[in-house]
């Protein structure tokens, strides 16, 4: 159905919260203006304007002083919450961003059942009018918003996560000099991502692509007086683009391939190029060109390390951002494209073996982090492989029901997680907590939901997802088997890390300096986004029962007509027969999952209920296993050595080298040759009369001589 | 009876030789311009002799005459401008030396 | 008169009102330069209005003889616009208020003589752009050149005489040979009129082409600068007042590339065919070669210079890639460089001129004590990045979309600027505006006043306008783009047949035109 102007809304909606935001936090902002007219500096203010100068100056260091107390490196995320009121305007800018976000979400919602209301299969989609955005002879991009099954899903997880999150963001940021800026930045993400998951064409979703990586980079410098996030910032960014050159690359193929951007025209086309068996390559070498890009902005290995880093950015960023929605884009992407990917095994497999890797190495260094956010950042590095690995095992609706079940659980343990800090003063050394569950009885009772949901304890939201994948990559048999093996490792290792993390932070004796620091349940606006989606991580996998349950799986059905294409081809490559497991090794691959969920994450409760002390010991004993998993195997640091200082060397020798001493060199030393040639020749008029005499008798003898010669 | 032509040129020639010899190797201007007038006058010399060898009798050739009057006042100009310089000279630098003037180095 | 001839002599009518002025009324001087500029920003808009986008060829055109060279063809003032100039001119128009509005800042001596050369280099520029005579062209290229000399020279910074002379040098070098190229042209054909000489060089065989095309190309390239030949470039910015790098960065460079797109491609197409693959090469070289080059710049000015080689690079390679879009993303990066390049030296002057250093180290925080300048960078910044929904990003897309036609391994390599573009720009925006704000003199900084604001929003207004809504920009153009895409295509057509098919068979296809 074509020509639904209201779909425009969707995203445009928090990009006017936005710009209204934006400008209601400049208006708010002290600033001190240059006089309008004449070349001015500091020091020509001072002579000129004395007193006002002076005392401008005077503030403004009194004020940078200040900043600098409450930016104390020890400290973890923010300013003095009592320090400074916000300001009408701040507390407006609030009010819109979180209005926005609830006008966003109706309207997502009434998406959702105008959807349903359609008849069921391909027709269950909705289309805005387009948007006319690049045109030239032989090459057009329009862009409409698309509301299909997919889409529709993840737009409800954005706009419904995202508007908690907002709602927890009033009360975690109170008090910060920018709170109207981050509920800017915050409302252009929340754009930027429903471009991404509405537009109709690559190039649009590249525009949410890019957006969203570039409302990250602000928002994980959004602390940038700090110096570390603004590196942050500038590494996650950096990273995802290498992901987008690779997507550009891709692009470009598909164009060639297909002549058009238009996702669904692709999707259309794919079955039958396919079935030709021509461009066989072309399309492989595309498919992997666009997981690259999936492997920058869903943190996969090889280009995962900017995500650890990102957690400088406040900690309801953390919990939107890196957790809940732009992390998931590859995977959206991914099963947006799905017939692309599922063309070629050789892709699958490739998506699927990076996706286990990523999985593992995540997983096992979470395991020893200190730091409660860098624990939760390496888990979903981890979670976004188990994503991945579904799609490499061509499950394309498992990994979005995972994606759903981790947006809810890992946003819960984030916001939890923030809700620690924000009560600890900032503190996020889990050997600096403990026995929290006293002081923060609601942040603790709603973070149980979300560990329990994120370890896979049987019956919570994230053992059906995870579930239903590793039976998937199990039933795909053959390499998958190993695939499967690390996968069921890293789901051990999960449990012990997150239970690890619950008995740090909230059991065992408080190891904090109890006369500073006094920890306290945070208010309202924070706990009662915890509670919905405590809620949701509970009865989350709802969405998808496992088969042996006898009852339909909601999510499959829903997503039915996108996910067909992909399955269909894989299908016709095994000669038309599922992999189907039988009802007794699906049940016993429930109980196995069960069983190491429980017993792990027993172990990983017990080993630190008590405290500290198996991390020293561990660290005692050993110190490079520890440091190996610590550093995630060494990865960053290899890059920086390998790759950033050679880079570094290759740019100073660039201009050093070659650009100033052969290039400028030829071209001033073209310049010297005319010099030193001049040079010579000027002994040759020294001033003297009598020299220029002996130039011209014999050049006029010189002259006759040849005339009488000849 | 007439000096023969050849014998004029070899005069103008040695005196042409005189002044070249003079103006490169003598320092003083003044010396130098005498011999620029000593050349001017082998030059002259050269013009008389030539236009008589192509004169036929009682039609005398009158282009070697008119051209040595036309070097003659040039030569006048040419010397007072050149001695206006010695003076000038002379005033900025007590000298009559050529090599004082260097200052048009290349 | 014409529309385009008072749009190319307004500045110089101006200039003559400032030269009335007594040299101590500095104000006045100005605002006589401000309201001609915007003058001229009218009668733009005015005949960027009036275009008419379905004529392919030029048009609004005035035609009077000038004079005649004996034995040569007959020289006539004649001045035309079709679509490419027509965003050149644009942009030349808009940006030169914003220059003088921008003045206010850093010239305070001499500025009478700096309004004039301001506005004769306007005329110049303009007058390059609308040229159709061959010989008026060369002259309109010429009077632009003078104008920066002076500039650089008189308000330039300390190696300014260094700078001014390799310029100066540099370009003329460039020119001289184009000069004979001119003549050259002018007896070949007998004619000087730019579009009869597009239709008779166009028929010539390919190795005839070949050094005319070298003559123009090698003047162009200088211009741009495209990669082996871009030293001056770095040395000229970074040593010119910020007024004078605007210019030289928005409009001046834009020469070089319109140069190689008006002649170089469209007069000698089988040429171009032939040496397009050298220049993408060097297109590409020179995005990455340039994005190193900043990498390893302390100085943010210079930095800013380097990325312009890097920013050029794309422009090169999306022309020579010679597919429509290809073609028309070099087009329209021209524009966008001029724009985003063009606030990028705006926002260098604003800090120098408080700060007096434009050493990175010597900042930190800034974004702290001047709010509105970051946030004016990092837009700027982002337009020069790239990012889709700004202006940059249209014309890289289509610049690398058509090089991917063309050649694959180049398109690659252009695609890699796009990472090291990246890490430049924002690893010199954290070190300006991000991190603890520790040095004094940082913490003193005054933010932008009004007049500052009002040099950069009509830029920001541009940079969100063409990146949300290209269309009709690229539409202007593409008329004319179309008409050189179907030339080189006819060319190389021709090259595959002469390679192919009998040789005698082919020779007779090309048909050699003497003179007329």
């Not at chain 1, 579904?390 to 499950?395: D, N, V």
């Not at chain 1, 920890?519 to 606006?525: F, H, L, M």
């Not at chain 1, 390998?642 to 030829?666: N, S, W």
């Not at chain 3, 994005?291 to 312009?308: E, G, I, P, T, Y």
């Amino acid at each position: 159905m074509a020509d639904q102007l209201w779909l425009w809304a969707i995203p445009a909606l928090p990009l006017a919260g936005s710009l209204i935001a934006g400008l209601l936090y400049l208006l708010g902002i002290e600033r001190r203006a240059a006089p309008a007219h004449g070349a001015h500096d500091a020091h020509g203010q001072h002579s000129a304007h004395g007193d006002s100068a002076a005392h401008a100056a005077a503030h403004a260091a009194g004020h940078a002083a200040a900043h600098a107390a409450g930016h104390a490196p020890s400290h973890d995320d923010h300013h003095d919450h009592a320090s400074t009121p916000n300001k009408g305007s701040a507390k407006l800018a609030a009010l819109v961003a979180c209005g926005v976000m609830a006008g966003a979400l109706a309207l997502a919602i009434k998406g959702f059942f105008a959807l349903r209301a359609l008849p069921e299969g391909s027709e269950r989609v909705l289309e805005s009018t387009p948007w006319h955005w690049i045109a030239v002879t032989g090459f057009q991009v329009d862009i409409s918003m698309v509301l299909d099954p997919l889409s529709s899903a993840l737009c409800l997880v954005i706009c419904g996560v995202g508007f908690l999150i907002h709602v927890y963001s009033t009360g975690y940021m109170k008090g910060d000099p920018g709170y109207a800026k981050f509920f800017a930045y915050l409302n252009l993400f929340v754009f930027a991502m429903l471009m991404l998951v509405l537009s109709s064409s690559l190039l649009g979703l590249f525009i949410g692509w890019e957006g969203v990586g570039l409302c990250s980079y602000l928002l994980i410098g959004f602390w940038y007086a700090k110096g570390w996030p603004a590196e942050a910032a500038q590494k996650a960014f950096v990273m995802n683009r290498i992901g987008d050159a690779s997507f550009l690359v891709g692009s470009f193929m598909l164009v060639k391939l297909f002549g058009t951007l238009d996702l669904s025209d692709i999707v259309n086309s794919i079955g039958a190029m396919v079935r030709s068996g021509e461009h066989t390559t072309e399309l492989m070498v595309a498919a992997l060109l666009l997981f690259g890009g999936c492997c920058g902005k869903s943190a996969q290995f090889p280009l995962f390390t900017w995500l650890p880093d990102a957690m400088a950015g406040p900690t309801p960023v953390s919990a939107l951002i890196h957790a809940a929605t732009m992390v998931t884009a590859g995977i959206y992407l991914v099963v947006r494209l799905n017939p692309l990917f599922a063309a070629s095994e050789i892709v699958l497999f490739v998506i699927g073996v990076v996706g286990a890797l990523t999985a593992l190495i995540g997983a096992s260094t979470a395991l020893v982090q200190r730091d409660i956010k860098k624990v939760l950042a390496y888990s979903t590095v981890s979670q976004l492989g188990y994503m991945f690995l579904a799609l490499g095992s061509g499950a394309f609706a498992a990994a979005i029901f995972h994606l759903i079940t981790h947006a809810f659980f890992k946003g819960l343990l984030f916001l939890g997680a923030g809700s620690v800090i924000h009560g600890m003063h900032h503190e996020q050394d889990m050997h600096k907590m403990g026995g929290l569950r006293k002081q923060m009885p609601r942040t603790f009772l709603t973070f149980l939901c979300g560990a329990g949901a994120l370890s896979g304890l049987p019956l919570l939201s994230g053992f059906f997802s995870k579930d239903e994948i590793l039976a998937h990559t199990f039933a795909s048999g053959g390499a998958y088997r190993v695939l499967w093996a690390v996968g069921l490792l890293t789901a051990a290792i999960t449990a012990f890390y997150t239970w690890r993390m619950v008995a740090l932070t909230f059991f065992g004796e408080g190891r904090y300096d109890k006369k500073h620091v006094h920890p306290q349940e945070s208010p309202a606006a924070m706990t009662v986004p915890l509670m919905v989606l405590a809620v949701l991580s509970v009865v989350g996998g709802a969405l998808g029962l496992p088969v042996v349950f006898g009852v339909a799986h909601a999510l499959n059905t829903w997503l039915e007509p996108v996910i067909a294409p992909g399955r269909d081809l894989i299908l016709a490559r095994h000669g038309g027969e599922a992999h189907h497991l039988s009802h007794a090794v699906e049940w016993a691959l429930l109980g196995l999952g069960s069983a190491i969920a429980l017993f792990f994450a027993h172990r990983g409760f017990h080993a630190y209920k008590a405290g500290i002390e198996r991390d020293e010991g561990l660290a005692r004993k050993r110190p490079g296993m520890f440091g190996f998993l610590g550093e995630a195997w060494g990865i960053d640091n290899a890059y920086t050595q390998r790759i950033v200082q050679p880079i570094k060397l290759i740019a100073f020798v660039t201009y050093v080298v070659i650009d100033q001493f052969v290039i400028d060199g030829a071209v001033n030393g073209t310049a010297a040759l005319a010099r030193t040639t001049g040079g010579g020749l000027r002994v040759l008029t020294d001033g003297r009369v009598r020299t220029y005499g002996i130039w011209i008798g014999g050049g006029a003898a010189l002259v006759v001589f040849f005339w009488i010669w000849s | 009876m007439q000096v023969p032509s050849e014998h004029l040129l070899i005069l103008a020639a040695v005196l042409f030789a005189i002044g070249v010899l003079g103006f490169l190797v003598r320092r003083n201007v003044i010396v130098v311009l005498m011999c620029v007038e000593l050349m001017l006058n082998a030059a002259n010399l050269t013009f008389l002799a030539a236009s008589r060898q192509h004169s036929i009798p009682g039609e005398p050739n009158l282009v070697g005459p008119v051209f040595a009057i036309f070097v003659i006042a040039i030569a006048a100009a040419e010397a007072a401008v050149g001695l206006a310089l010695v003076i000038a000279l002379f005033r900025l630098r007590q000298t009559t030396e050529s090599d004082a003037m260097q200052e048009m180095e290349g | 008169m014409d529309h385009l001839t008072w749009l190319t002599f307004l500045p110089l009518i101006g200039a003559a009102l400032v030269l009335l002025t007594p040299s101590s009324a500095a104000q006045a001087q100005r605002m006589i330069a401000l309201a001609t500029t915007l003058a001229v920003a009218v009668l733009g808009v005015m005949i960027y209005r009036d275009f008419d986008s379905s004529i392919l060829g030029a048009q609004q055109v005035v035609s009077i003889p000038w004079f005649e060279i004996r034995g040569g063809p007959a020289i006539r003032y004649t001045l035309g616009i079709d679509g490419i100039s027509l965003l050149m001119v644009a942009l030349t128009s808009l940006l030169m208020p914003i220059v003088i509005l921008s003045t206010w800042g850093h010239i305070d001596k001499r500025v009478k003589e700096f309004m004039v050369w301001m506005l004769v280099m306007e005329t110049g520029m303009l007058g390059v752009f609308l040229s159709l005579d061959l010989v008026l062209f060369y002259f309109f290229w010429e009077i632009s050149l003078i104008p920066l000399y002076f500039m650089v020279g008189i308000w330039g910074g300390e190696r300014r005489i260094y700078a001014t002379i390799k310029f100066f040098l540099y370009t003329l070098a460039g020119s001289l040979v184009m000069l004979v190229a001119v003549i050259a042209m002018l007896y070949q054909f007998n004619s000087a009129d730019i579009p009869t000489l597009t239709e008779l060089a166009a028929a010539l065989p390919a190795d005839k082409q070949g050094w005319l095309f070298a003559g123009f190309a090698l003047a162009f390239a200088i211009k741009v600068p495209v990669m082996p030949f871009h030293t001056w470039l770095a040395d000229a910015h970074t040593e010119a007042p910020t007024s004078g790098s605007v210019v030289l960065a928005g409009v001046l460079l834009k020469m070089g590339t319109y140069g190689l797109l008006r002649f170089c491609i469209a007069m000698f197409p089988a040429a171009a065919v032939q040496w397009a693959p050298l220049f993408m090469v060097l297109g590409a070289a020179g995005i990455v070669y340039g994005a190193f080059l900043a990498m390893a710049q302390n100085d943010l000015k210079r930095l800013v210079a380097c990325s312009s080689v890097s920013h050029l690079g794309y422009v090169i390679l999306g022309m020579f890639a010679l597919t429509s879009a290809g073609l028309q993303g070099g087009v329209l990066q021209m524009v966008s460089h001029g724009m985003s390049t063009g606030m990028l030296f705006l926002l260098v002057g604003m800090i120098y001129e408080r700060r007096h250093t434009r050493a990175l180290d010597e900042f930190g925080g800034i974004a702290h004590s001047m709010p509105l300048f970051a946030i004016f960078l990092v837009i700027a910044v982002l337009s020069s990045a790239a990012l889709p929904g700004l202006n940059g990003f249209v014309g890289e897309y289509l610049i690398l979309k058509g090089a991917f036609d063309a050649n694959q391994t180049l398109a690659i390599v252009g695609v890699l600027g796009v990472i090291f573009g990246s890490v430049y720009l924002l690893v010199a925006t954290r070190r300006v505006l991000f991190g603890p704000l520790n040095k004094r003199e940082n913490r003193e900084l005054l933010d932008l006043n009004a007049r500052e604001i009002a040099t950069l929003a009509p830029i920001v207004l541009f940079i969100v306008w063409i990146g949300v809504a290209p269309t009709p920009f690229l539409n202007k153009s593409q008329g004319a783009v179309d008409v050189i895409v179907r030339r080189c295509d006819e060319a190389r057509a021709l090259k595959l047949a002469t390679v192919t098919a009998d040789p005698a068979d082919a020779a007779a296809n090309l048909t050699t035109p003497t003179r007329r």
